[in-house]
């Protein structure tokens, strides 16, 4: 029968056919499929078109680059022997170099980062300025660089990048860094680099380093740590000389009449010019970040945890403390409110999440609470304004608190005019905690009997439930989903329990 269609019997014996149904329902899904096609061919066509000039343009393209570039790169590029990194103090900064040091600084204070000095080296990239803030751990294993490159007449002026670099006792340096633009030559056989160019938060980049430099388990020279700390200039400027040597006697670049400065060699600038030439720099980018990731995979870490989004990745994990009765929303907030204070001292709770299980055969057992938090800071000697977000995830099941990533975000104000409107109010609204808040185990029986009387069935399937402030007033809202997949939401006051009218 057409369609694999299945024939019922009538209670007089005869036989209906069913096909007519399945015949209309596969129909109406074929005219939807051919709909969409129609209405996306030009999307696809649009982008087929661009990708076929962009792969006739590049052959000649790529030629004329090489053909321009490598002379100038043998004739113009020359790199310092010994650069010179110039201290300066944090408030001649440049605002933008200011802003990428200080959120870098703040992430990664939690984990016992401390500033060891500002540097600026106009030495290292012609026609650009390098801007250095170095950071140095309290466990004396890792140093870390937070930089900068503002590159005149650039299509983007502005490059940032943070990079945490570990010596070992044999030598061997292995340096982690998010760099998105791809080295013009390779590294020296000493130096292992680790480029991740989606790994922009600082913190979730020094998971991956910190837990690299583990799995290797190799003894770390930390002389040259203590270097860093009483003389990072010094410390920068041998790195970066050891490096430059390397190269040397790898044959990458050789020595001018000038006995401060080297140049490329005739090979090193085809190499250089290769990589960096349009649009060939995306795909060593992209093959560099593949091969990070394949080092980082045989050693038991993942960098796709660490790619996405802030609230998305999980940078630090701490045990629930025993003493603490889950799962209410409020049982382990002493314990949430401490953990937020060490990640940023001025954050306060904005609302609280949780993902509830309300299958028939489950008990209303939460799945995961998380807690919102936000703060903002002020800087009226630069008119800035700076604003931060991170969650707090308690998994009641595995009795485990863990921190995301922070979302940061700025705005600039034009002049004082500007600056005092920005300021007039708080963009922060924190929401109270007090006895006089029911919590999840108080509120979930009103709602689901609200919910019953929407969907009309006894037993709606609960979804989650959130905490949060409207005009003031700390409300409730739990979601619901019917068995035709339609979904209910009820809101109750936090303080008195009562259903709010104008629920959802």
Same mark, same amino acid.
């Given at each position: 029968?057409?369609?694999?269609?299945?024939?019922?019997?009538?209670?007089?014996?005869?036989?209906?056919?069913?096909?007519?149904?399945?015949?209309?329902?596969?129909?109406?899904?074929?005219?939807?499929?051919?709909?969409?096609?129609?209405?996306?061919?030009?999307?696809?066509?649009?982008?087929?078109?661009?990708?076929?000039?962009?792969?006739?343009?590049?052959?000649?393209?790529?030629?004329?680059?090489?053909?321009?570039?490598?002379?100038?790169?043998?004739?113009?590029?020359?790199?310092?022997?010994?650069?010179?990194?110039?201290?300066?103090?944090?408030?001649?900064?440049?605002?933008?170099?200011?802003?990428?040091?200080?959120?870098?600084?703040?992430?990664?204070?939690?984990?016992?980062?401390?500033?060891?000095?500002?540097?600026?080296?106009?030495?290292?990239?012609?026609?650009?300025?390098?801007?250095?803030?170095?950071?140095?751990?309290?466990?004396?294993?890792?140093?870390?660089?937070?930089?900068?490159?503002?590159?005149?007449?650039?299509?983007?002026?502005?490059?940032?990048?943070?990079?945490?670099?570990?010596?070992?006792?044999?030598?061997?340096?292995?340096?982690?860094?998010?760099?998105?633009?791809?080295?013009?030559?390779?590294?020296?056989?000493?130096?292992?680099?680790?480029?991740?160019?989606?790994?922009?938060?600082?913190?979730?980049?020094?998971?991956?380093?910190?837990?690299?430099?583990?799995?290797?388990?190799?003894?770390?020279?930390?002389?040259?740590?203590?270097?860093?700390?009483?003389?990072?200039?010094?410390?920068?400027?041998?790195?970066?000389?050891?490096?430059?040597?390397?190269?040397?006697?790898?044959?990458?670049?050789?020595?001018?009449?000038?006995?401060?400065?080297?140049?490329?060699?005739?090979?090193?600038?085809?190499?250089?010019?290769?990589?960096?030439?349009?649009?060939?720099?995306?795909?060593?980018?992209?093959?560099?970040?593949?091969?990070?990731?394949?080092?980082?995979? +045989?050693?038991?870490?993942? /960098?796709? !945890?660490? %790619?996405?989004?802030? $609230? &998305?990745?999980?940078?630090?994990?701490? @045990? #629930?403390?025993?003493?603490?009765?889950?799962?209410?929303?409020?049982?382990?907030?002493?314990?949430?409110?401490?953990?937020?204070?060490?990640?940023?001292?001025?954050?306060?709770?904005?609302?609280?999440?949780?993902?509830?299980?309300?299958?028939?055969?489950?008990?209303?057992?939460?799945?995961?609470?998380?807690?919102?938090?936000?703060?903002?800071?002020?800087?009226?000697?630069?008119?800035?304004?700076?604003?931060?977000?991170?969650?707090?995830?308690?998994?009641?099941?595995?009795?485990?608190?863990?921190?995301?990533?922070?979302?940061? +975000?700025?705005?600039?104000? /034009?002049? !004082?005019? %500007?600056?005092?409107? $920005? &300021?007039?109010?708080?963009?922060?609204? @924190? #929401?109270?905690?007090?006895?006089?808040?029911?919590?999840?185990?108080?509120?979930?029986?009103?709602?689901?009997?609200?919910?019953?009387?929407?969907?009309?069935?006894?037993?709606?399937?609960?979804?989650?439930?959130?905490?949060?402030?409207?005009?003031?007033?700390?409300?409730?809202?739990?979601?619901?989903?019917?068995?035709?997949?339609?979904?209910?939401?009820?809101?109750?006051?936090?303080?008195?329990?009562?259903?709010?009218?104008?629920?959802?």
């Amino acid at each position: 029968m057409a369609y694999g269609a299945r024939v019922s019997s009538s209670p007089l014996g005869n036989s209906t056919p069913l096909t007519e149904p399945r015949i209309l329902t596969v129909r109406h899904t074929f005219l939807l499929s051919l709909l969409r096609k129609l209405v996306l061919l030009p999307s696809y066509v649009l982008v087929l078109l661009v990708r076929l000039i962009k792969w006739l343009i590049a052959p000649p393209a790529l030629l004329l680059q090489l053909f321009i570039g490598i002379p100038v790169a043998l004739k113009r590029i020359r790199q310092p022997l010994r650069p010179h990194f110039i201290p300066f103090q944090e408030a001649d900064l440049p605002t933008a170099a200011w802003l990428t040091m200080t959120d870098a600084t703040e992430a990664l204070a939690v984990e016992g980062f401390s500033a060891g000095g500002d540097f600026r080296c106009d030495e290292l990239v012609q026609g650009a300025v390098l801007w250095l803030r170095l950071l140095h751990s309290s466990d004396q294993t890792i140093s870390a660089l937070a930089a900068q490159v503002a590159i005149q007449g650039s299509a983007r002026p502005v490059r940032q990048f943070v990079q945490f670099s570990t010596e070992f006792a044999d030598g061997r340096v292995l340096s982690t860094n998010n760099f998105d633009l791809p080295y013009s030559l390779p590294a020296p056989s000493y130096l292992a680099r680790v480029q991740l160019k989606d790994i922009w938060d600082p913190r979730a980049l020094l998971v991956l380093h910190r837990g690299l430099v583990a799995s290797l388990g190799r003894a770390v020279n930390r002389d040259k740590l203590e270097q860093a700390m009483h003389d990072p200039a010094r410390f920068l400027t041998e790195n970066y000389h050891r490096e430059i040597q390397a190269l040397i006697e790898s044959g990458w670049l050789r020595p001018t009449s000038d006995p401060h400065q080297v140049r490329l060699r005739t090979w090193a600038a085809v190499v250089g010019v290769w990589r960096q030439a349009w649009p060939l720099a995306i795909l060593h980018l992209r093959a560099a970040d593949r091969r990070a990731r394949r080092l980082l995979a +045989e050693h038991g870490l993942d /960098a796709e !945890e660490f %790619a996405g989004g802030a $609230l &998305t990745m999980v940078v630090a994990r701490q @045990p #629930l403390l025993p003493t603490v009765a889950t799962p209410g929303a409020f049982s382990a907030y002493a314990q949430i409110q401490s953990l937020a204070s060490q990640t940023d001292p001025q954050a306060v709770l904005e609302s609280i999440a949780v993902e509830l299980d309300g299958h028939a055969d489950h008990p209303l057992m939460p799945q995961e609470f998380r807690y919102s938090f936000r703060s903002y800071v002020d800087h009226p000697q630069r008119w800035v304004r700076r604003l931060r977000c991170f969650d707090i995830l308690l998994d009641p099941l595995a009795g485990v608190l863990a921190v995301t990533a922070m979302e940061r +975000e700025c705005e600039r104000a /034009a002049d !004082e005019t %500007a600056w005092a409107r $920005l &300021t007039a109010s708080s963009p922060v609204t @924190p #929401l109270p905690i007090t006895p006089w808040l029911r919590d999840l185990d108080q509120i979930l029986p009103a709602a689901q009997i609200a919910l019953a009387e929407l969907a009309g069935l006894p037993t709606p399937k609960l979804d989650s439930a959130s905490l949060y402030l409207d005009s003031g007033i700390p409300c409730w809202q739990v979601v619901a989903w019917t068995d035709d997949h339609r979904p209910l939401a009820v809101i109750l006051n936090a303080r008195s329990g009562a259903i709010v009218p104008h629920f959802l």
